[in-house]
């Protein structure tokens, strides 16, 4: 679900172009990524979510994060 939001902010930013949508897409996949890295420490109380985490490496872009 976090990679649809950001391929949906990169084509709003990609239809409209300007160094304040950049920005402000940045400050949104920063942001993003605090709220999935907070998560996960929740997340991680539960034994059956730290099984999941073993399978599966990336959170976001697979191969990168």
Do not use: C, H
């Not at 172009?17 to 605090?34: D, E, G």
């Not at 709220?35 to 191969?63: C, H, N, S, W």
């Amino acid at each position: 679900i976090y990679l649809g939001y950001t391929l949906i902010w990169l084509g709003f930013l990609l239809a409209s172009f300007s160094l304040y949508n950049l920005w402000l897409l940045s400050a949104l996949v920063f942001f993003q990524t605090l709220r999935i890295l907070e998560e996960e420490k929740l997340l991680k109380k539960d034994a059956q979510y730290v099984a999941y985490m073993a399978q599966t490496r990336f959170r976001l872009i697979p191969g990168i994060f």
